[in-house]
């Protein structure tokens, strides 16, 4: 495993990208063949959600570890595992990666650079990169609504709350190795509620987002909206629920 660094200087050679799948197998190895190339001094993780199909056999044959789930946890679940092996091996950042292609590698060095300023980086679509659109109506409502209510409680903009390409510092690691939520959505929208009233700085960074590589899209427009909406109730229920953290960690 790579050196180690002290807290607070980040490199790639630190960082821990964590890859939750879950039947991915006809995208997953285009995806860690391009952080190979990407990001050659970064380790990789392969996190196989109780896939039913040769996910973790195409990892395993890249030379890439892998952590098998007995079941479908979520991808809440599958990052808080990858949280707590990076916690005990000691990185100084965890980057989390979709298996399905989506998410360009090449801007991993950017998420991991603004982390000596912020404990929490979101690789934001909307934001100035790429063509990607929010959509119109009632998508769009509840993408401004959830970035409207995040910003002010982060104190900066944010664009893009449920964007899973992001990137956590030393101290983030440490709070979501413990408290990472597993419930639907709350990896996206709840985890960033979680960071901002702890204290942590969260940023984002425009990028630009890509098709699936392979298999379809499990979102259609409808169900994207319900998704988005249900992002909403998702948003409100972790403004209410009590949170009492430990002091952030030094």
């Not at 982390?115 to 063509?131: K, M, Y």
Request: hydrophobic share 45%.
């Amino acid at each position: 495993m790579s050196e180690r660094r002290e807290p607070g200087v980040r490199r790639l050679a630190t960082t821990l990208v964590v890859v939750p799948a879950l039947n991915e197998e006809h995208a997953i190895a285009g995806v860690l063949k391009e952080l190979a190339v990407a990001c050659p001094d970064a380790d990789v993780l392969v996190i196989d959600d109780g896939s039913s199909d040769g996910t973790a056999a195409q990892a395993a044959a890249l030379g890439v570890p892998v952590v098998r789930l007995p079941f479908n946890l979520g991808v809440g679940g599958a990052m808080r595992a990858g949280y707590r092996y990076a916690l005990r091996q000691g990185y100084q950042a965890v980057v989390q990666v979709d298996a399905d292609g989506q998410h360009d590698a090449s801007y991993i060095p950017r998420l991991v650079a603004e982390l000596d300023t912020a404990d929490l980086v979101i690789g934001a679509r909307f934001a100035g990169e790429g063509e990607y659109s929010a959509g119109r109506g009632p998508r769009r409502w509840a993408m401004s609504l959830l970035a409207g209510v995040l910003s002010r409680l982060a104190g900066t903009r944010l664009t893009d709350t449920t964007s899973g390409f992001r990137a956590a510092g030393p101290r983030a690691i440490q709070l979501f190795a413990e408290h990472y939520p597993a419930e639907y959505l709350g990896d996206t929208v709840e985890s960033m509620v979680i960071a901002v009233r702890s204290g942590y700085r969260v940023r984002q960074v425009p990028v630009a987002m890509r098709p699936r590589a392979a298999g379809q899209a499990s979102q259609s427009s409808l169900r994207a909206t319900i998704y988005l909406f249900r992002a909403v109730v998702a948003l409100g229920l972790a403004l209410v629920r009590r949170w009492t953290p430990g002091s952030p960690a030094a």
